[in-house]
């Protein structure tokens, strides 16, 4: 079958090397897709929250599938907009509906599907500029350190952590009444903070039915030890050696099965994968997040890891026969680390040349903000490229990427030296 995956970042980088090892995936395109994925499939230049160029490219094709990575067309309704489409309607979008997509699109909704299907996850309350004096006075409720986050999609961005008082009433009056993050922050919800380590789960399900991927860490600070600016993600490793077969059978006891119950309870159609940042807080798991999407760069470790067929499981949760499938993975480990740009994520400059990428071996290099300028490979976003690795420990795995890092150049490259320092 033809199919189109939409997006420019290294997780579509990861799906498309995946989708591409599959006899079913005839022809794959990826719109826009970056440097990477122009080597292995073909790039079509779409926007991927443009529905009717989406339209147009997919009847041009003749594309059989779509596959959505990013979360903005999701939330904005591209699985709606296709069933809708009399010329389009019998093409299978993986992804979830506008509806369930506000798992990711709005951390109200998120929190107030969690409470429902009682799924356990911090305690919480929202506000808006009208209600800002109340949300104070909400914190000086809770222990330090606050958690302040802003309801819609914020590019990762959206999430506060102060440990002083009049520091979090200043950044809710910010978020709130300045507008920090423009829409994304007209709701705030105020979280208590959950002291634990994190783990990302990564479920796949066809309304119905669900299998689980590979677990993954991965770290978001900029700087090393965790310090810094929250960005994109700086590295991942697959699996987590803290989850135990204990902790994630408690995992899908109390949270997937829940989810995907839930899911069917609120008549949410929801086709593809739904992330759950969970975080192990003494021996039980809580829900900090839902996405609706692959994390990046959890992708680069988690795709490497699945031997089954990926396209063939796209196709059962099309047809809604997901619970007929299974799924078999490489019991190796896999890490990624992230090569940013300098500045990153404040202010960086693009259109870097990048040497170095064919003489890498025994790893994987994932492009994820990059273009072709004049037939070189440039840097083209603040995250550049992954490089994964096999290891049969996150050690030695971690060793192989530092060494092929070390064949890798552009001008102020940046990365992080310590990713699994907390394992």
């Not at 979830?96 to 429902?116: I, N, R, V």
């Not at 903070?193 to 669900?210: H, Q, R």
């Not at 989810?259 to 021996?283: A, N």
Request: aromatic share 8%; charged share 30%.
């Amino acid at each position: 079958m033809k199919i189109l995956l939409l997006g420019s970042g290294g997780r579509e980088h990861a799906l498309a090397w995946k989708m591409l090892q599959s006899s079913k995936c005839e022809e794959l395109f990826v719109g826009p897709g970056n440097a990477g994925t122009a080597k292995i499939a073909k790039n079509v230049n779409v926007n991927p929250n443009d529905f009717e160029a989406v339209k147009a490219t997919v009847l041009e094709l003749k594309i059989d599938m779509v596959v959505v990575g990013p979360e903005d067309p999701l939330v904005k309704g591209i699985v709606d907009f296709f069933k809708k489409d009399a010329q389009i309607n019998h093409i299978p979008v993986i992804g979830p509906s506008m509806k369930g997509a506000q798992l990711e699109g709005s951390k109200d909704f998120a929190k107030e599907f969690l409470f429902k299907h009682n799924i356990p996850t911090a305690a919480y309350a929202t506000f808006t500029k009208d209600t800002v004096e109340d949300g104070k006075k909400f914190l000086e409720t809770l222990k330090a350190p606050y958690v302040l986050k802003a309801d819609g999609l914020a590019a990762g961005k959206g999430v506060v952590i102060l440990e002083d008082i009049n520091e979090a009433k200043a950044e809710l009056e910010n978020m709130l009444v300045d507008a920090k993050f423009g829409d994304a922050s007209s709701k705030v919800v105020i979280e208590e903070f959950l002291a634990g380590i994190e783990l990302s789960c990564f479920v796949l399900t066809d309304g119905k039915s669900y299998k689980l991927l590979p677990t993954a860490k991965d770290y978001k600070r900029i700087g090393e030890g965790d310090k810094g600016l929250n960005t994109g993600g700086m590295g991942a490793v697959s699996p987590v050696p803290f989850a135990t077969p204990e902790f994630l059978k408690k995992v899908e006891d109390r949270v997937v099965i829940p989810t995907v119950r839930g899911l069917q309870e609120d008549k949410l159609d929801f086709k593809g994968f739904v992330f759950i940042g969970i975080i192990k807080v003494g021996d039980d798991p809580y829900v900090i997040e839902y996405n609706v999407r692959m994390g990046d760069p959890e992708t680069e470790v988690v795709m490497p890891r699945v031997k089954t067929d990926l396209v063939a499981l796209f196709e059962a949760i099309a047809n809604e026969t997901l619970g007929d499938m299974e799924i078999e993975l490489d019991e190796r480990t896999a890490t990624t680390v992230m090569l940013v740009s300098g500045g990153y994520p404040e202010d960086y400059e693009k259109g870097k040349e990048i040497t170095g990428i064919e003489e890498v071996q025994d790893s994987i290099v994932f492009h994820a903000g990059t273009a072709l300028k004049d037939g070189e490979v440039v840097t083209n976003g603040g995250r550049v490229l992954a490089v994964t690795s096999f290891g049969n420990t996150y050690d030695e795995a971690l060793k192989k990427s530092y060494q092929n890092i070390d064949k890798l150049n552009f001008d102020k490259i940046y990365f992080r030296s310590d990713i699994g320092f907390d394992l």
